[in-house]
Nanobody
């Protein structure tokens, strides 16, 4: 079992920055796929960014096109924490952000159904 808790959300003006954190407890997920999703009101939950374990201490990152160059996903295995640094925020980034964990890598990493564990979410609101 992996328990995930997000934090760091809030209200920010367009162009601003936020850093989200996702603290993991339970089984140490250093080899897990850890991913950020978001869900805006009335819309389906969508993929934002993923961190894939390759081997050793090597990880690859994957991003939704709309956040490339603005968001950065990283992880600190010593702290069992996943981060999402969000820069140049836009009103369309407003959503509840969730972290998710899977014990394996899937080619469908962008799909909600591929993940076993979810956090409760943290609200990000970007004002124009």
């Amino acid at each position: 079992q992996v328990h995930l808790v997000e934090s760091g959300g809030g209200l920010v003006q367009a162009g601003g920055s936020l850093r989200l954190s996702c603290a993991a407890s339970g089984r140490t997920p250093s080899k897990y796929t850890l991913t950020w999703f978001r869900q805006a009101p009335g819309l389906e939950r969508e993929f934002v960014a993923a961190s894939r374990w390759i081997g050793g201490i090597t990880y690859y990152q994957y991003y939704q096109d709309s956040v490339k160059g603005r968001f950065n996903i990283s992880r600190d295995n010593a702290k069992n924490t996943l981060y999402l640094q969000m820069n140049s925020l836009k009103p369309e980034d407003t959503a509840v952000y969730y972290c998710a964990a899977a014990s394996f890598w899937s080619g469908s990493y962008y799909e909600v159904g591929e993940y076993d564990y979810w956090g409760q979410g943290t609200q990000v609101t970007v004002s124009s």
